[in-house]
């Protein structure tokens, strides 16, 4: 049965949404707030394990391959630059690693024939009733749609109009981040330098343009006010927590002043008790956010198809395909969320010695007798069990 069906976020989950409930025969818009496709950025995102079954059922794996940053290993330095420990790459790399920004490009195009996307605008008013959802918007005109889906990251938008305030599933993990890139100017290639001081983290890398740097920031604190929309004012607060930072701290604060791309969040996850209210669901980020090293994009396009294969399956019982959708999604997450509580700890330990015991534990697993074991068990930690078959549409070619 064909649906008239709003996605509200054209990042990760959107896009995958839509293309798999176009190619079912529905009556697809989605709706972003942001003016043009966001494909900038700097932050790299990783498959592993059965994720890419599921990248090649949905014809994308080809265009990621072609597109991976090729990313090797990591060391972390001292303040002089000598090597302390190595992060593998199968660690932060996974199989296959692309930038955020090309991803979500190559999940639009994959996407945009399959459905109608509307840009700069964004969902006000959810009003349900028996017959479809009453949408109202911030510019275009109101509509009525069958189903309303919820793929618009952390501070979802629908989530707060159908769910409630966003304090209310917010949990902050006690930690900021800020990436961006910049002009790479570090000799890097297919590599990446990290730094620590205790709670703070700073990360420079360059993939697959090596003319391009990837710098991060991560930073222990309490809640922090600060304005959303306010570029300027986050950069103040991150500069603010490395003025004391030595190595290249200075250099990489400089070309964060320079930049226009910055993406600057909490560390936080969102915890609901159920991810549908009626003939609204959530998707992605604004259903289960689990932070760095939760499987952020990997859920997302996980979340995507069995939201599109449960509605297929049902026949167009939305209620029933809620629920399946949520039984089935509910494990991964759960297991992602508890894992990435402990992101922000590792990647920024507080103290020098618990700085000088990560490292040396990551020399151990790096030495030549361990690492394979490692790169099996990095995989292995992106794995979803079997992934269900469901009545989709075989992967089109654009
Ligand atoms: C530009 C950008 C850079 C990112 N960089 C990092 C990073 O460095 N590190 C990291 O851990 N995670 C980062 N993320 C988050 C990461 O992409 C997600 O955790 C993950 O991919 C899950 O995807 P998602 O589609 O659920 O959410 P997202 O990728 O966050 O996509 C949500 C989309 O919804 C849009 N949106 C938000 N509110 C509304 C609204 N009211 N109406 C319509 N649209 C709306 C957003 O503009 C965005 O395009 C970034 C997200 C974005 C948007």
Redesign the pocket.
């Known amino acids: 049965m064909s649906r008239s069906i709003l996605i509200?976020?054209?990042?990760?989950?959107?896009?995958?949404l839509a293309y798999w409930l176009g190619r079912l025969g529905h009556d697809v818009t989605v709706?972003?707030?942001?003016p043009c496709?966001?494909d900038?950025?700097?932050?790299a995102?990783d498959f592993r394990g059965d994720q890419l079954v599921l990248l090649e059922r949905m014809g994308v794996l080809a265009d990621i391959r072609a597109q991976q940053t090729g990313m090797g290993d990591q060391l972390v330095v001292d303040a002089s630059g000598r090597t302390l420990a190595t992060f593998p790459s199968a660690l932060f790399s996974g199989e296959v690693e692309i930038d955020?920004?090309d991803?979500?490009r190559i999940l639009y195009e994959h996407s945009r024939h399959e459905a109608e996307y509307v840009f700069g605008?964004?969902?006000t008013a959810i009003d349900q009733h028996d017959d479809g959802v009453d949408v109202r918007f911030a510019h275009g005109p109101a509509r009525t749609y069958d189903l309303v889906i919820g793929?618009?990251?952390?501070?979802?938008?629908?989530r707060r109009l159908a769910f409630g305030d966003e304090h209310r599933f917010r949990r902050d993990l006690g930690y900021y981040?800020?990436?961006f890139g910049a002009p790479n100017t570090f000799g890097l290639n297919h590599s990446g330098l990290i730094y620590n001081e205790p709670g703070r983290y700073l990360s420079v890398a360059s993939g697959r343009d090596t003319g391009r740097a990837t710098i991060?920031f991560l930073f222990a604190a309490d809640p922090q006010e600060y304005d959303r929309h306010d570029l300027d004012a986050q950069k103040r607060l991150v500069a603010t927590h490395f003025a004391d930072v030595g190595w290249k701290a200075p250099e990489l604060l400089a070309a964060m002043r320079d930049s226009g791309?910055l993406?600057f969040?909490s560390?936080s996850q969102i915890r609901l008790d159920r991810w549908s209210d009626g003939r609204v669901a959530l998707?992605?980020?604004?259903?289960w956010?689990?932070?760095?090293g939760?499987n952020?994009?990997g859920?997302?396009m996980l979340g995507a198809y069995i939201l599109a294969g449960e509605l297929a399956a049902a026949d167009g019982d939305h209620r029933l395909a809620y629920s399946r959708y949520e039984q089935r999604m509910r494990p991964p997450v759960d297991k992602s969320q508890k894992f990435a509580t402990g992101a922000g700890r590792f990647l920024a330990p507080a103290t020098h010695w618990q700085i000088r015991r990560r490292n040396l534990t990551y020399r151990f697993l790096s030495s030549r007798p361990l690492s394979s074991v490692f790169t099996r068990l990095a995989a292995k930690s992106g794995n979803t069990g079997q992934l269900p078959h469901y009545p989709l549409p075989a992967a089109a070619a654009h």
């Not at 709706?31 to 942001?34: D, G, P, Y």
């Open positions: 509200s976020g054209a990042g990760i989950a959107g896009p995958s709706v972003e707030q942001s496709l966001r900038g950025g700097a932050a995102v955020r920004g991803l979500a605008d964004r969902v793929a618009d990251g952390l501070h979802s938008a629908v981040i800020a990436a991060g791309d993406f969040d560390l998707l992605g980020d604004a259903a956010c689990a932070g760095p939760g952020g994009t859920h997302a």
